[in-house]
């Protein structure tokens, strides 16, 4: 019996090798007008084809290396050979560098109502974090968990690699998922037990953003879940934890913040157009086309310093909220890459979606910080 030995290189928080074995291969062939040569298709449900000349393009008109891989029996998938995981991988599944965008809302949150006097109980605002922080952990490996099903995320694309490269099997991103949601909302009744009924909808609202985000994206409504779950419903959500009663003026820091979180989404999906349209799914950016996919995204990064600033003017904020114009600069370089994509280039922003990301921490920090200061002038 023969093994086969495949290496993958993972690039996430620094280069990871994984080795994995797997054995029982056939060999057949396949004739298709696309490919020739032998095709190996192993126990874990990886077919791996030899192509025509390396130069040859696919169906969808993407040229890609003579050896690639391509998932055959999703439930095969399941059954690859596994082996323990390090912390490290377990931390590169759950993708903890995307947090500041469900924590932020709530920091932000707290420090606005810090600023305003409210009686705020410190403990409750801190498990509130914790909480959605899970929720947020639990949504990444959902929607990872989906968007390999759908072929959204495949070796050629931008996507999570965790499966796409070996390192987790379906199953077990999935019951990370599952536990990691289990474990949030038994935090979430701990919760609902110390404040009131109120917080039940609100984070059944959030557990629908989680379980539903990935069909919604899917069908160009992505955007605006990522508005729900990560501005409106998290600092609702925290006013009622932290002072027991919901403050509704917290919406209008939800909006600016939530604009440049929703920003995050909408440059990893305009990025992604060609490839999300070859996996047959439909993302706003694809609906409402690149020219006005740029001019949102320029919006939506920059409409909150205008906000910001006529709330301060009109006394709604303390005038130390204009500390977060020195992120400004940053906010106009992240609008005119993405107006410069419409010129053909699209991997200027290739990583747009990251600096969109410091984008919102700095923003939000700053915000934070503005609120904080003014309590105490």
């Known amino acids: 019996m023969n093994t086969f030995h495949f290496t993958h290189q993972f690039n996430g928080l620094k280069k990871l090798y994984v080795n994995y074995y797997v054995n029982k291969q056939r060999t057949s062939y396949v004739k298709n007008s696309r490919m020739s040569g032998p095709t190996i298709e192993s126990k874990s449900g990886i077919r791996t084809t030899h192509k025509k000349p390396a130069n040859s393009p696919d169906r969808s008109g993407i040229y890609k290396n003579s050896l690639s891989l391509q998932p055959l029996n999703f439930e095969k998938n399941d059954r690859m050979n596994t082996r323990k995981h390090t912390f490290r991988e377990w931390m590169i599944a759950i993708r903890p560098w995307s947090f500041p965008a469900s924590a932020m809302p709530v920091i932000t949150a707290t420090a606005y109502l810090f600023w305003k006097g409210a009686d705020i109980n410190g403990l409750l605002a801190l498990w509130a974090l914790l909480n959605i922080v899970i929720f947020h952990a639990a949504g990444n490996t959902w929607s990872d968990y989906f968007d390999f099903r759908k072929q959204v995320d495949a070796e ?59 069909f919604l994206k899917f069908n160009a409504l992505g955007d605006l879940v990522i508005l729900l779950a990560y501005a409106f419903l998290p600092t609702i959500g925290t006013s009622f934890v932290a002072t027991g009663a919901i403050d509704w003026s917290v919406l209008l820091l939800a909006l600016p913040v939530g604009l440049i979180t929703d920003g995050i989404l909408h440059a990893n999906n305009t990025r992604d157009t060609d490839t999300d349209k070859r996996a047959g799914i439909k993302t706003m950016a694809m609906a409402i086309g690149a020219r006005a996919s740029a001019i949102l995204y320029g919006f939506e990064v920059l409409f909150p310093y205008a906000w910001m600033g006529a709330l301060a003017i009109l006394g709604h904020f303390p005038l130390t909220v204009f500390i977060t114009f020195l992120t400004g600069m940053m906010a106009f370089g992240c609008a005119r890459t993405m107006m410069n994509s419409l010129q053909g280039d699209r991997n200027i922003i290739s990583d747009l979606d990251v600096k969109t990301a410091n984008l919102q921490l700095m923003f939000s920090a700053l915000l934070s910080l503005a609120f904080i200061v003014a309590r105490f002038i």
């Open 156 to 214: 050629d694309t931008f996507g999570a690699k965790t499966l796409t490269q070996g390192m987790f099997s379906p199953k077990e991103i999935l019951n990370l998922s599952l536990g990691l949601t289990l474990v949030a909302a038994i935090g979430g009744i701990g919760l609902l037990c110390l404040t009131g009924l109120p917080l039940l909808w609100i984070g059944l609202g959030g557990i629908g953003c989680t379980l539903l985000y990935p």
